[in-house]
């Protein structure tokens, strides 16, 4: 079985552009979380979506958005780039609510 | 409030001996989660913790959940180079959403 996959792996940007990262979670599995790791650092959490809607957001600025589509696989995107930024970005997935989660092998976005 | 404290930060071992970290938090907790991240990869699930006083085994490594479900710790027996990698607590909040800690990293001297 496959596990969770993003995508891309690794993304380089520069400041003020805009990414779209993706996700497509374990089959069968409803919920989609997104994540924020920077080096050293735990990962931080970004949104977790859930039947398509939004659960729950953490402390991120609004340039941060994210949607699930009808197959539960789900898109984080990010305007206005700044160095800050520059993170892994780990998705995971799980059957619903904040049980186990699944994480992808994450992308790596570096704002130059 | 939420946040949960993990110490130590980094822990340097010799193959063999053993290690432990603790996850600490102000308020009680309804369960607490422990993942494993080798260096470049991704937090991998070990185990959740629910009930007070719990102790769980896998292999070399045995989960603690305190009494008051407040502290939990996580310990490995004679540790092996394959060990290496930073290890989360993380426990769930109102909103749905995973808090993690900061981890600790361990490392191994052959």
């Known amino acids: 079985d496959a596990g969770v996959t993003q995508s891309p792996t690794h993304l380089i940007k520069t400041r003020g552009q805009h990414v779209t990262l993706r996700c497509s979670p374990i089959?069968?599995?409803?919920?989609v979380s997104w994540y924020q790791q920077v080096l050293g650092q735990g990962p931080q959490f970004i949104f977790q979506y859930y039947e398509k809607e939004e659960r729950g957001r953490g402390n991120f600025p609004d340039r941060f958005s994210a949607r699930q589509f009808p197959n539960y696989s789900s898109e984080l995107n990010v305007n206005a780039l700044l160095l800050g930024d520059s993170a892994l970005y780990l998705c995971?997935?799980?059957?619903?609510?904040?049980?186990?989660?699944?994480f992808g092998p994450g992308t790596r976005l570096t704002v130059l | 409030g939420q946040q949960v404290m993990q110490i130590p930060q980094y822990q340097h071992v010799q193959e063999g001996e053993d290690f432990t970290t603790y996850c600490n938090s102000s308020?009680?907790?309804?369960?607490i989660q422990w993942y494993k991240q080798r260096p470049g990869g991704h937090p991998v699930f070990l185990i959740q913790l629910v009930k007070s006083g719990e102790v769980k085994k896998q292999k070399r490594l045995t989960f603690q959940f305190g009494e008051a479900k407040k502290n939990s710790s996580l310990h490995i027996t004679a540790t092996q180079t394959t060990d290496v990698g930073t290890y989360f607590c993380?426990?769930?909040?109102?909103?749905?959403?995973?808090?993690f800690g900061s981890g600790t990293r361990l490392s191994i001297r052959p």
């Open positions: 993380a426990r769930d909040s109102s909103a749905s959403k995973i808090i």
């Open positions: 995971a997935s799980s059957w619903g609510g904040p049980d186990t989660q699944y």
């Open positions: 089959s069968g599995h409803k919920s």
């Open positions: 308020t009680t907790l309804s369960n």
